[in-house]
């Protein structure tokens, strides 16, 4: 692992060193770097810990595929458990929708009635007032001519009255003179 560390801090410097010179001329540096590399490749081809290191790289290459079908599969629990919640999210929502659209329609057959039921109150409201105005016409009418009745029959008292006074004043005269002719007569 000290290998693959080192080759890669100087593979950085080396593009450090590549990008900062021209690319006509390369740098005596960036010779001796590549003279470097070149003897540690031919060292590690008859080195056996590379064999090693391949093996180290197979067994991470299979424990990363290992790890990444352990995701895949978890991933797909998770879609499905995501799916399963959304269609039970879903289902409740509807459940949750045919409730309040069976209250809106409940609420609006009572709105319904009451609108009714306020119309016919008003209806009746307006015959009542309209029947009491015709009533109270009727009882001004009515009283008008018991109006008229009573001063008519007040005329008629005082008539009566001034009838029986000289009625009365005709009987006193009579009677005087039936008195006084019977004087003669004797």
Do not use: C, W
Not at 22 to 33: D, E, F, G, V
Not at 70 to 90: F, I, Q
Not at 121 to 128: F, G, P, R, V, Y
């Amino acid at each position: 692992m000290s290998s693959l560390y080192t080759r890669s801090k100087e593979f950085t410097r080396n593009r450090k060193s590549q990008s900062d010179s021209p690319p006509a001329s390369p740098s005596p540096t960036a010779k001796t770097l590549r003279h470097e590399r070149l003897s540690r490749l031919e060292s590690a081809g008859s080195n056996p810990t590379t064999s090693d290191s391949y093996g180290d790289r197979a067994s991470a290459r299979a424990r990363r595929e290992a790890r990444e079908a352990r995701l895949a599969t978890l991933t797909s629990r998770v879609e499905e458990d995501s799916n399963r919640d959304y269609k039970k999210l879903y289902e409740s929502a509807l459940t949750e929708n045919q409730k309040l659209k069976t209250k809106l329609q409940e609420a609006q057959l009572e709105l319904a009635d009451i609108k009714a039921k306020l119309e016919k109150m008003a209806q009746q409201k307006q015959e009542k007032t309209s029947d009491r105005s015709s009533m109270l016409e009727m009882e001004k009418r009515e009283r008008r001519a018991l109006e008229r009745k009573m001063s008519e029959m007040e005329e008629e008292m005082k008539v009566l009255t001034e009838l029986k006074s000289d009625n009365q004043r005709l009987k006193d005269e009579n009677g005087a003179l039936i008195r006084v002719i019977s004087k003669l007569s004797k």
